[in-house]
Nanobody
Framework: QVQLVESGGGLVQAGGSLRLSCSAS????????MAWYRQTPGNERELLAT???????NYADSVKGRAAISRNRGKNTMDLQMNVLNPEDSGMYYC?????????WGQGTQVTVSS
């Protein structure tokens, strides 16, 4: 069973930055696609950014221009750099990885942006 673990969340002031990481029990480069989602209480998970095995990236309008998704081969992590954070960016951030028809999820990392 593939395991994903997010890290890097915390409390940050508006205008600040965070770098979230997602580590995996297998090679990050094994996944067909990986993604970051955000969820706030009472709402569905919002897809923020994706990266394919070939390195193609895509972003939601809500984070486009402020976020960068990447993979680190040395650390075996998939990362999300978030800049110019605002209180609306607060929430639980989850990473996911698609492989062989199944999708694995991490347990999430909380991000809180104070105004």
């Amino acid at each position: 069973q593939v395991q994903l673990v997010e890290s890097g969340g915390g409390l940050v002031q508006a205008g600040g930055s965070l770098r979230l990481s997602c580590s995996a029990s297998i090679s990050i480069f094994s996944f067909k696609v990986m993604a970051w989602y955000r969820q706030t209480p009472g709402n569905e998970r919002e897809l923020l950014a994706t990266i394919t095995a070939g390195g193609a990236t895509n972003y939601a309008d809500s984070v486009k221009g402020r976020a960068a998704i990447s993979r680190n081969r040395g650390k075996n992590t998939m990362d999300l750099q978030m800049n110019v954070l605002n209180p609306e960016d607060s929430g639980m951030y989850y990473c996911s990885g698609g492989l062989g028809g199944s999708v694995s999820w991490g347990q999430g990392t909380q991000v809180t942006v104070s105004s």
